[in-house]
């Protein structure tokens, strides 16, 4: 089937490229001509394991291109993703203006019946707005469909995600959009839950926010555990195995970080208040997120004591492993107080670092692990990927100037650290 997804951004670019693996012929469309110049250049701007390869293998295979023109997406598609960002306004709600400015654009190109697809996370009723919009400037009188198909992409694992999703989500009200919307995801073996438009949206929203409620409702446990003597890790694997809760997402550290959550937990906050709901769960949500950041410096200062002129050596910088993504990332949060208090901070990011340099100044960038440890009177962990898991500890001590790591994402055994000479503290144990 041909398809064209507007918007390559992580989403759009994802999500096309993983329609092309599957068989269909792909045009990716965006408005940025220097990234379409480098896309077809095969370079790829983001970080995302395995889909560097793919694109390549789509792009010869000729079922894969990229172009500035909308015109030339949408007049050789049966389908049209509508995938730019929305990002947030100052006041939490979503900035639809990108959006909008597409279903103008396709309405005016239009040649024969589309299904227009909006993949970006929007709120509830934008499927309405963006069918009214095209109506409004689709002068040749085009037949066409809007369906509200949202992605659960997670970064780092995003091609997995798209290849074996937990289920496919299509809002659809008419059945000629909803029989082109089987066939396309055809060949992706999982449960296809239909509902009506609306529902669509609102369970974007909704399951992004279930996954914040409940890393937060795990954060504000680990500060019981912590104020009784209790083990965070030991309480989530005996709530964990209870089926009805299970033991994802329920990880407790510095809080969430990324492009959607936080971003998406004040979007849905900011809608309920327009239409006339107080969601309070979901502002204490955003409270224990932000508090739980504070609660980590706070750890850092009362075990330096005095954070002025102290070495500290900063453990990850993305938001989470396997990504380069530094939006809403802790990290920057953590970083820039710590400067603000007169530390000397030094980080090392297995790939996010040539994306940080432009957030912070004064930060010395090392080159591994160990330049970050060396002259430390304390290393901070922030994100938890592989590549410290496995680090030489003894090699780590050696090189500090003090033994002291503060585990944001509890990694590591507290007895075993213990028994390798750190001054260990970790989050909820
Ligand atoms: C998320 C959703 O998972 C995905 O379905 C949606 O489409 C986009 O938003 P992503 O932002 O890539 O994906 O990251 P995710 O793996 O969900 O992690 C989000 C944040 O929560 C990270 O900062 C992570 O460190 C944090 N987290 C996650 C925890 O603190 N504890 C956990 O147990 C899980």
């Not at 890790?233 to 990324?258: C, P, Q, S, T, W």
């Not at 959550?261 to 709901?277: M, N, Q, R, T, W």
Request: aromatic share 8%.
């Amino acid at each position: 089937m041909r398809v064209s997804m507007i918007g390559t951004g992580y989403v759009g670019l994802v999500t096309g490229t993983c329609l092309a693996e599957i068989g269909h012929h792909v045009i990716c469309v965006d408005n940025n001509k220097d990234k379409v110049e480098s896309l077809k250049n095969g370079e790829i701007p983001i970080y995302e394991p395995g889909l560097d390869p793919l694109v390549k293998k789509n792009v010869e295979g000729g079922r894969l291109s990229f172009t500035t023109s909308i015109e030339e997406g949408v007049q050789n598609s049966d389908f049209i993703f509508i995938g730019v960002s929305t990002p947030p306004k100052a006041n939490g709600q979503a900035d639809l203006s990108f959006v909008a400015q597409v279903a103008r654009e396709v309405a005016s190109v239009m040649d024969d019946y589309k299904v227009i697809v909006d993949k970006s996370t929007v709120p509830v009723r934008t499927a309405e707005k963006v069918y009214e919009t095209i109506k409004r400037y689709n002068s040749n009188k085009i037949e066409f469909d809007v369906v509200s198909n949202p992605e659960f992409l997670r970064e780092g694992s995003a091609i997995s995600d798209f290849m074996n999703p937990d289920r496919i989500v299509i809002g659809v009200e008419s059945e000629r959009a909803q029989k082109m919307m089987e066939e396309l995801y055809a060949p992706i073996k999982c449960p296809l839950i239909k509902t009506n438009v609306k529902s669509a949206e609102i369970i974007k929203h909704a399951s992004n926010s279930f996954l914040a409620l409940k890393i937060s409702f795990a954060n504000a446990l680990a500060n019981i555990c912590e104020l009784t003597g209790a083990d965070i890790n030991e309480v989530v694997e005996g709530m964990g195995h209870d089926k009805r809760i299970n033991k994802h997402f329920l990880n407790a550290g510095i809080g969430y970080g990324g492009s959607c959550f936080p971003k998406d937990v004040s979007a849905f906050i900011k809608i309920s208040e327009d239409l006339g709901y107080d969601f309070k769960l979901l502002k204490e949500v955003e409270h224990i997120n932000d508090l739980q950041k504070e609660l980590f410096i706070k750890k850092i200062e009362e075990t330096l004591w005095v954070v002025k002129d102290k070495t500290i050596g900063v453990l990850g910088l993305a938001f989470k492993p396997n990504t380069d993504d530094m939006r809403n990332a802790p990290s920057l949060d953590i970083i820039k107080q710590l400067e603000k208090e007169g530390a000397k901070v030094k980080v090392y990011d297995p790939v996010a670092m040539p994306h940080a340099k432009s957030m912070l100044n004064g930060t010395t960038f090392s080159k591994d692990v160990y330049e970050v440890a060396e002259g430390a009177d304390a290393l901070v962990l922030v994100t938890e990927w592989d590549e410290f898991r496995g680090m030489d500890l003894k090699r780590v001590k050696e090189l500090m100037s003090h033994p002291i790591l503060i585990d944001g994402r509890n990694i590591f055994d507290p007895k075993k650290m213990e028994e390798e000479g750190f001054v260990y503290k970790s989050v909820g144990r």
